[in-house]
Each structure stands twice: as structure tokens, then as C-alpha cells.
């Protein structure tokens, strides 16, 4: 387990064209503190701020992961 801190709002996007869904659904939340956990294959998840499972990380080294490192902060 390790714990990050999220950089930035994150809401639910809806498809490849990023839409967003209405309401708008916050998922996490800026300055916030998540605990993450990878799994077997590698992957790194957390839960949203409604209990659902989220993979925030694709790489075994979350640091490798642009997306992770553009919103997420490892502490």
C-alpha cells in the first residue's frame, strides 16, 4: 500500500470524447488522501469518494505513469 494525495479534481468522463456526465460526478478530490494498492498485474487502485474501485496507475512504478503523476502525488 502507499498513500497519495490528489493534485487535482478528478470527475467522471464519459467515452473517448471526454463528455462529461451530468451531474457532473466527483470522483476525486483536490488535496485529498488516497490509499493505493497494486495489483498482480501491475496495476495500481483506489476508491472514489463513493467506494468504487478506480485504477489510477498502469505501470508497476505508479511514477511511470503519466496520467498517474499528472494527477496524483505518491507520499
Known amino acids: 500500500m ?5 493534485k487535482v479534481s478528478i470527475t ?3 467515452g473517448a470524447d ?3 456526465a451530468y451531474p457532473n460526478e466527483l470522483l ?8 493505493i494498492y497494486p495489483t ?7 476508491l472514489d469518494e ?3 474501485q478506480h485504477i489510477i496507475a498502469g505501470e508497476r512504478n505508479p511514477k511511470h ?3 498517474f503523476m499528472t494527477h496524483f502525488e505518491l507520499k
Open 28 to 35: 476525486f478530490k483536490e488535496g485529498y488522501f488516497y490509499p
Open 50 to 52: 463513493e467506494g468504487e
Open 2 to 6: 502507499e498513500l497519495v494525495q490528489c
Open 18 to 20: 471526454f463528455i462529461e
Open 65 to 67: 505513469d503519466f496520467w
Open 12 to 14: 467522471k468522463k464519459v
Open 40 to 46: 498482480e498485474d501491475g496495476q495500481w487502485i483506489t
